[in-house]
């Protein structure tokens, strides 16, 4: 799933990874998390041991940061495209607009 071909991988960047890439991150994280949980906590109640469901729950959790944390190129499917300088100083900057608030002081 996460795995471009080495020709796919060259056009994105190592180092940053997308937006849709962060949401997905994300999801995965969540997702994960809970399944661990979840069957941590079966696993435990079957054995009566809160010791095994604590050692099953952390290994989800290092599952997951393996899965979530680097910056597989499945995260950088979508990369920004920025301006390059030159092009940016044709277009107008936008203008600051200061708006006072006078509020009304109403006195009885």
Known sequence: ??????????????????????????????ILLLI????A?????????????????AGGVVLTTLITIPNWPCFNRHPLKWLDPSEAEKHPKPQVVVVSSKKKSSKK
């Open 36 to 39: 661990a949980a979840v069957v």
């Open 1 to 30: 799933m996460c795995f471009l071909a080495p020709s796919q991988r060259s056009r994105s960047s190592s180092t940053d990874m997308d937006w849709q890439g962060q949401k997905l991150a994300e999801q995965l994280m969540q």
């Open 41 to 57: 906590f079966a696993v435990g109640y079957a054995t009566a041991s809160f010791r095994t469901m604590m050692l099953i729950y």
